[in-house]
């Protein structure tokens, strides 16, 4: 491909990747929430204030202790490639290794909680997590994530009972995050350069096999609202 030919395929996708988000967020709108839903995102957000002090002191006892006592939680790690589920998978993540230090520090903050009830005592709540951790002989690191979790009130108050991080799309993140951190260097703006192409290499070589003859089936469909 010419340079200049891929620097246009570039700069498309790119472009498709900011009209993407775009198009789903509008930051004038105000979001309808109920007097009842506020009252109820301030308990969870007091539930979190308590769960980020366990954790941020690696008190794994106490963490594991604010989760309901079923045996069977579920727990979505963005680093873990599948779902936990069950207390033994929970027990594992907690300390992998057992006798032996990973981290040595991680620093959790817990902000933005939205919730609703979908059931009486059982609340599904979003928030956002930003981080910053350092696992031992590595570098420190930081970023934010996206969070759902499912809530279950009993007689000691709100506990866990499901956990999942929803990070952006690879594109957007990685695209938020040059943003925040503008390449400076010949040396970083080559580097950044290569991240999107790599991106986007990967998320092109990921279509499924058959999604051209998808798409013709439907060429004329136009969407309903």
Do not use: C
Request: hydrophobic share 40%.
């Amino acid at each position: 491909m010419r340079p200049f030919r891929a620097i246009g395929a570039l700069l498309l996708f790119a472009v498709a990747l900011a009209a993407q988000a775009d198009y789903h967020f509008d930051a004038s709108k105000k979001s309808d929430i109920s007097d009842e839903d506020q009252q109820l995102a301030a308990e969870i957000a007091v539930f979190l204030k308590e769960y980020e002090a366990a954790y941020n002191n690696q008190d794994y006892r106490k963490v594991k202790s604010m989760w309901v006592a079923d045996g069977n939680p579920i727990y979505m790690a963005e680093e873990v490639p599948f779902p936990l589920y069950g207390k033994s998978r929970i027990d594992n993540y907690f300390n992998p290794v057992p006798g032996r230090k990973i981290l040595e520090g991680i620093d959790n903050r817990y902000s933005e909680v939205r919730a609703k009830y979908v059931a009486p005592n059982v609340a599904v709540a979003t928030y956002r997590l930003d981080y910053d951790l350092k696992l031992v002989r590595m570098p420190a690191v930081g970023g934010w994530d996206r969070v759902m979790a499912v809530f279950v009130k009993g007689d000691d108050g709100w506990r866990l009972s499901a956990y999942t991080e929803a990070p952006m799309a690879p594109g957007t993140m990685i695209r938020k995050k040059m943003k925040d951190q503008p390449a400076e260097t010949e040396e970083q703006k080559e580097a950044y350069k290569i991240t999107r192409d790599t991106i986007r290499s990967l998320n092109e070589g990921a279509v499924s096999e058959g999604f051209d003859e998808f798409l013709e089936a439907r060429k004329d469909q136009e969407p309903t609202h």
